[in-house]
Antibody
C-alpha cells in the first residue's frame, strides 16, 4: 500500500535552516509528481511546492520562493524540502503528498502524517 | 487571504444534505480540475473528489463534486456525525504556476 512518511521536523531558531524528508513506498516513485503542503496551527492548508516526476520542473508558493528548495532522489524514493532563512510564520505541520498522474490539478491522492516545524527563539 | 473562497462554516442535521462552494477565477478553477479534501480533527487531509467530479475508490457516493465556470461545489447527502470535519477545495493556478487551496469550511452536524 502507498505510504508517505515525513521526518525532520523540530524546533529551530529564526534564520536557521532545516531539511525535511519524505520516504515513499508502495508505488513507483519516479512516475509521480510530489508536493509539500503545510498547515499552521489552527489554520488552513497552504500549498508550498511541487516537483515533477523527473525532477525537471519545480514550482513554489510566494511565501517560500527563494528560501525553500524541493528536491527528490528516485533511487531512494525520497522527497526533500530544504528550508533556509526560517521565519516564525513558517511554523506549521508539513505534509508531503503524491500528485495524481496527469497534471498538477489532478489532485493529491495520498498524504503523509505530517511533521511539525516550530520556528522560535 | 486564500485564492479560492469558501464559506467558513456550514451546518446541517444528520440525514440532511449540505453543499460547500468554492469560488476562484479563470486562471485556476476556470481552466483546471478541482479537488476536494476532508480533514478530520487531528489527521492528515484525505482526497474526496478529484478531476472536479470523480471519487477515489472507497469514497461513498454520498459525496459528489461539480464545477461550473469559475466555481465548484462539494455536495454531501445523508449526513452522518462522522462527516464533521474541515473541507478544502484545491486546484492549480495556470497564470501563477502555483497550487492553491480554499480557506476551508468547517462542517458541523447539528
Amino acid at each position: 500500500q502507498v505510504q508517505l512518511v515525513e521526518s525532520g521536523g523540530s524546533v529551530v531558531q529564526p534564520g536557521r535552516s532545516l531539511r525535511l524528508s519524505c520516504e515513499a513506498s508502495g508505488f513507483t516513485f519516479s512516475r509521480y509528481g510530489m508536493h509539500w503542503v503545510r498547515q499552521a496551527p489552527g489554520k488552513g492548508l497552504e500549498w508550498v511546492a511541487v516537483i515533477s516526476d523527473d525532477g525537471s520542473n519545480k514550482y513554489y508558493g510566494d511565501s517560500v520562493q527563494g528560501r525553500f528548495t524541493i528536491s527528490r532522489d528516485s533511487s531512494k524514493s525520497a522527497l526533500y524540502l530544504q528550508m533556509n532563512g526560517l521565519r516564525a510564520d513558517d511554523t506549521a505541520v508539513y505534509y508531503c503528498a503524491r500528485g495524481r498522474i496527469g497534471g498538477y490539478s489532478y489532485g493529491l491522492d495520498y498524504w503523509g502524517q505530517g511533521t511539525l516545524v516550530t520556528v522560535s527563539s | 487571504q486564500s485564492v479560492l473562497t469558501q464559506p467558513p462554516s456550514v451546518s446541517a442535521a444528520p440525514g440532511q444534505k449540505v453543499t460547500i462552494s468554492c469560488s476562484g477565477s479563470t486562471s485556476n478553477i476556470g481552466s483546471n480540475y478541482v479537488s476536494w479534501y476532508q480533514q478530520l480533527p487531528g489527521t492528515a487531509p484525505k482526497l474526496l473528489i478529484y478531476e472536479s467530479n470523480k471519487r477515489p475508490s472507497g469514497i461513498p457516493d454520498r459525496f459528489s463534486g461539480s464545477k461550473s465556470g469559475t466555481s465548484a461545489t462539494l455536495g454531501i447527502t445523508g449526513l452522518q456525525t462522522g462527516d464533521e470535519a474541515d473541507y478544502y477545495c484545491g486546484t492549480w493556478d495556470s497564470s501563477l504556476s502555483v497550487g492553491v487551496f480554499g480557506g476551508g469550511t468547517k462542517l458541523t452536524i447539528l
